[in-house]
């Protein structure tokens, strides 16, 4: 199985930083990768698929990059609504496997 | 407007079984691959099983196969999870997700799309 691996676990940041995830894939998965963000209670939300590929509705300042086996998503100037867990996912291949998840705090 | 609506869950004992159900509205439910995951009280994501738009193809997690079976009745618009021998560790969150790449014979190198809001499966005696 393909290892997803996410850091930091937690990040605590103020409004209009700018925040960087880094996920790890312990093999190569091209760009078969996505990125989710959920709220408590919530259902998670498709933010990036294809590794740097904005889902519609989901506001610019969110990006993604990378390829193969390390991927970043950024927040370019974080807002009081990005509170929440993002993971990322790679269905590269089965099983889908999901990093453990960075929990985003607004100082 | 996409919709998928989870049913089915509840507290069941060790060893049990439960039928989870997700109906679908807004989009063409045959052309869509679909999947259930799953996420454990306070824990992260993890996928269960997919099954295509059309002919059934199927693919589960080693930590359920041979206990659970994904369908879909395209008749009907639903997605079904059939849970047998429940252990205690299969208590969680479980979403119906629906691809989004409408493809309906893949479920390689598909996305996940958009989520119900889920149904709590609790196994305990």
């Known amino acids: 199985d393909i290892q997803m691996t996410q850091s930091p676990s937690t990040l605590s940041a103020s409004v209009g930083d700018r925040v960087t995830i880094t996920c790890r894939a312990s093999q190569t998965i091209s760009s078969y990768l996505a990125w989710y963000q959920q709220k408590p209670g919530k259902a998670p939300h498709l933010l990036i698929y294809k590794a740097s590929s904005l889902e519609s509705g989901v506001p610019s300042r969110f990006s993604g990059s990378g390829s193969g086996t390390e991927f970043t998503l950024t927040i370019s100037s974080l807002q009081p609504d990005d509170f929440g867990t993002y993971y990322c996912q790679q269905y590269n291949d089965y099983p889908w496997t999901f990093g453990q998840g960075t929990k985003v705090e607004i100082k | 407007e996409v919709q998928l609506l989870e049913s089915g869950g509840g507290l069941v004992q060790p060893g049990g079984s439960l039928r989870l159900a997700c109906t679908a509205s807004g989009f063409s439910f045959s ?91 609790t196994v305990s005696s």
């Open chain 2, 31 to 121: 052309s869509y691959a679909m999947s259930w995951v799953r996420q454990a009280p306070g824990k992260g994501l993890e996928w269960v099983s997919t099954i295509s738009g059309t002919f059934d193809v199927t693919h589960h997690a080693d930590s359920v196969k041979g206990r659970f079976t994904i369908s879909k009745d395209n008749s009907k618009n639903t997605l079904f999870l059939q849970m047998n021998s429940l252990r205690a560790e299969d208590t969680a969150v479980y979403y119906c997700v629906k691809t989004r790449m409408k493809d309906p014979f893949t479920t390689f190198r598909v996305e996940p799309g958009y989520w119900g809001p889920g149904t709590l499966v």
